[in-house]
């Protein structure tokens, strides 16, 4: 595995409401293609958030997930392990495949053999990844590793440093009062 301190040296945090309207202008630019899309499929897990806010706003009832394994934290393996692909039967244009990120391309290269022509959008890209995609809304620089708000505590709750957690009882990395 390839650690994260190889290739990220930075961080840029997607808040929940920053995703929603990330996903909200994606569909917005689906929208303009003038497709009538009739399936997203998401790359699980990351996708996952994605796929079902474009889902909502272009009105689509059939999502699908093709799962694919490619990272542990912010380490990147050597391998890509497909863990479940969708039935192909009745693929055609109309489908269209959703992902929060392409990084590197490994991931979308793969999707891209097991759905060749399908539309493929992702909400962020790097420049590695972006010539594999259709449609994205914002590119971050390759060395940037991007922190979605599933992986990460709410910034609007108070976290007690560690060193205090363990003098006062804290049983979760949200502060709470012995008392409460």
Not at 24 to 52: H, M, N, Y
Not at 88 to 105: A, K, N, Y
Not at 111 to 140: N, T
Request: proline share 4%; net charge negative.
């Amino acid at each position: 595995m390839k650690d994260a301190d190889d290739c990220y040296r930075k961080t840029f945090s997607i808040s929940w409401e920053q995703m929603q309207n990330d996903c909200r202008a994606l569909a917005r630019k689906l929208l303009e293609t003038g497709r009538d899309w009739s399936r997203i499929v998401a790359i699980a897990r990351g996708g996952l958030v994605p796929a079902a806010i474009v889902a909502r706003e272009l009105n689509i009832r059939v999502v699908d997930t093709v799962c694919i394994s490619s990272y542990t934290l912010r380490s990147r393996s050597d391998t890509l392990n497909v863990l479940k692909r969708p039935d192909l039967i009745g693929m055609d244009e109309s489908w269209l495949i959703i992902d929060d990120l392409v990084d590197t391309g490994r991931t979308a290269r793969e999707v891209r053999k097991m759905f060749p022509g399908i539309y493929f959008a992702a909400i962020y890209a790097k420049p590695e990844g972006r010539p594999l995609i259709d449609a994205f809304i914002s590119e971050a620089s390759q060395d940037t590793w991007i922190l979605f708000p599933w992986d990460s505590l709410p910034t609007t709750s108070f976290v007690a440093p560690l060193a205090d957690s363990v003098h006062i009882g804290v049983t979760s990395e949200i502060y709470r009062n012995e008392s409460d």
